[in-house]
């Protein structure tokens, strides 16, 4: 059976792990201190520290045994962690399927065109360039190994817990509106059932889009988890005007439509939550509680 190493157990990764969870007979996962790694030790899970820099002979006994390898964790100016770290310095006999979350950002700015994944990428900011980088590192690790490879590139995730229902009933929703601005995104449910069906398949993967069916307005969202809510949504505001920090203004930088038709064809895989009406109405129904 599949024996899972998974590099960064955050939001999306977590939801992968409790999804594939029942088909694999051994799952390590790893986060950056030893004392989250305690407490995930406790909860059931076999986790070790990494922080990027060194790996511990007991991560090196767990990927050296892995047939399977989930990469989450993000680069950074040095490169990928797990990378820099030494992984190819470790026998991987056993390596058979990678899958690498990277994101949509890669595309850069289309004026709300439409791109797919034989669009040339045009990274804007730091972030983005920084996942390119780590997206050919990890073809060029696979390739060396002979493992197959997904690099799964994810729209803006949502879901229980993460969600512009939550964000309404704390106050801090907004219905910012720049006119032609749309955004793309992905309920967590999708990313777990995609990235699951491709860890567990035996399909050739490559760059695949991880995104929904309806990229939209973002103030379009908002209006719709008000009406789920029964309340009034915020009111309209001008992104000119916004008060916004550096970071979040600049994803209203990058305009695109993202197509998902190969992930469909190549998995054939059957979305769970084709728009964020569908997604919004689940994170509803959880209360939100993480999936």
């Not at 977590?14 to 201190?33: D, F, G, L, N």
């Not at 997206?135 to 803006?156: N, P, T, V």
């Not at 008000?226 to 970071?247: D, K, N, R, V």
């Not at 054939?268 to 919004?280: K, N, Q």
Request: charge should be neutral.
């Amino acid at each position: 059976m599949m024996q899972l190493v998974i590099i960064g157990f955050g939001y999306s990764a977590a939801a992968i792990a409790r999804e594939i969870r029942p088909h694999a007979s051994a799952i390590m996962v790893t986060v950056r201190s030893e004392a989250k790694a305690a407490a995930l030790r406790t909860a059931g899970w076999d986790a070790r520290g990494f922080d990027g820099s060194v790996i511990s002979p007991d991560l090196a006994a767990g990927l050296s045994g892995a047939t399977h390898l989930l990469v989450s964790a993000p680069p950074d100016e040095g490169g990928d962690p797990l990378l820099r770290a030494g992984l190819s310095r470790l026998a991987l006999p056993a390596l058979a399927r990678i899958a690498y979350l990277s994101t949509v950002g890669v595309y850069g700015d289309h004026q709300g065109g439409w791109v797919d994944e034989d669009t040339a990428p045009l990274p804007v900011s730091s972030r983005s360039v920084q996942r390119l980088a780590a997206e050919q590192a990890w073809r060029d690790f696979a390739e060396r190994c002979s493992a197959e490879l997904g690099i799964f590139r994810l729209s803006g995730i949502y879901g229980p817990g993460r969600s512009a229902i939550e964000n309404l009933r704390s106050g801090t929703a907004r219905r910012l509106v720049k006119p032609g601005q749309v955004f793309n995104r992905i309920h967590v449910g999708d990313i777990a059932g995609a990235v699951t069906a491709a860890l567990l398949g035996n399909s050739s993967l490559g760059t695949l889009n991880l995104t929904d069916d309806e990229p939209c307005p973002p103030q379009d969202v908002v209006a719709h988890a008000a009406g789920l809510l029964g309340i009034e949504p915020p009111p309209e505001q001008p992104f000119e005007t916004a008060e916004l920090s550096p970071m979040a203004r600049s994803f209203y930088g990058e305009n695109k439509r993202v197509s998902n038709a190969r992930i469909k064809a190549r998995l054939g895989y059957a979305f769970r939550f084709p728009t964020y009406r569908e997604g919004l109405r689940a994170c509803l129904a959880d209360g939100g509680q993480a999936v």
